[in-house]
């Protein structure tokens, strides 16, 4: 079934009210966090910044690669500067970033935004936006949400959907090996480490600490975002994409909720300070997952 979205006369009211972020001249402002947008050329790019970050620094990984597409989100708590970093997006550039996951519509920029952010949320907000239990339907296309609950081997995701019209989204952090190692040293001290950890983990403490200190963890929640104009095809793509990482000892969801179908699209555009379904995963797993492990 295809989807066309019938001429009307009538004054179009838009959904502004989907657009759930601010953007000042500093990046994506929610709270007291700015977090700044960077486009890369490759995934080469990515692990390089990936890295090379601080364990503080959350990232948020927006990859499509049969558009040849590449975004990292950086949260940072560093003092802002009004200059443009390389690879740097503009607000007008964010703007539009944002506003392409809703509609195909370009962004008509307008220096007002910055000073009037009900505005730019009106410009960026799309005309038709409906969520269903299990997918949305922005103005020409039909979106499906998958979320990664268990990975088995390490494959490069890009072989199941580099055909398809899908980001992978990766929010992560890296593990603050100096903090655990701290936390540990207390514990032994205090006699805690009994008490507080199963038999089980308490007898691997010695090879956890080992493994920390040869290894670079991160934490992870990955997420899998699909785009297609016949919502029948979108299923079956979906279906596809679970049964391929279910071969490589996968398991994958799609929200059968409005709520959930909703929220987990959300924290697949915006910056994410919660993770649900957390991964630990070794740096180089992580390189091969994004197709960078060279």
């Known amino acids: 079934m295809d989807f066309t979205l019938k001429k009307d006369k009538r004054k179009i009211t838009k959904k502004v009210s989907e657009i759930k972020t601010n953007i000042n001249r500093h990046g994506i402002v929610k709270g007291k966090e700015v977090t700044k947008v960077f486009e890369m050329k490759s995934t080469a790019e990515i692990k390089i910044v990936l890295s090379e970050i601080d364990s503080n620094v959350r990232v948020k990984l927006l990859i499509n690669y049969s558009a040849d597409k590449f975004y990292i989100f950086k949260a940072e708590n560093k003092k802002l ?163 391929n990482l279910l071969n490589n000892q996968y398991t994958a969801y799609t929200p059968q909720e409005r709520i959930n179908t909703r929220r987990l699209f959300e924290k697949c555009i915006y910056p994410n300070r919660t993770m649900d379904v957390i991964h630990s995963i070794v740096n180089k797993d992580l390189y091969k997952m994004i197709g960078s492990d060279k």
């Open 81 to 243: 500067t009004s200059d443009i970093q390389d690879n740097e997006l503009n607000s007008e550039e964010i703007a539009s970033l944002l506003k392409s996951f809703y509609s195909n519509e370009k962004m008509q920029w307008d220096d007002c935004f910055l000073k009037n952010p009900k505005k730019m949320k009106y410009e960026m907000a799309p005309v038709v936006f409906e969520v269903k239990d299990n997918y949305l339907l922005n103005e020409n296309k039909y979106i499906n949400v998958i979320s990664l609950e268990h990975l088995g081997d390490f494959l490069n995701i890009k072989n199941i959907i580099e055909n398809n019209d899908c980001w992978l989204v990766i929010d992560c952090y890296k593990v603050d090996r100096e903090y655990i190692f701290n936390k540990l040293d207390e514990m032994k001290k205090d006699n805690m480490i009994e008490k507080k950890f199963s038999s089980f983990i308490s007898n691997k403490i010695n090879d956890i600490s080992y493994k920390l200190k040869e290894e670079t963890i991160f934490q992870c929640e990955i997420k899998l975002l699909l785009y297609n104009p016949n919502l029948e095809q979108i299923r079956k793509e979906n279906t596809t994409i679970k049964k």
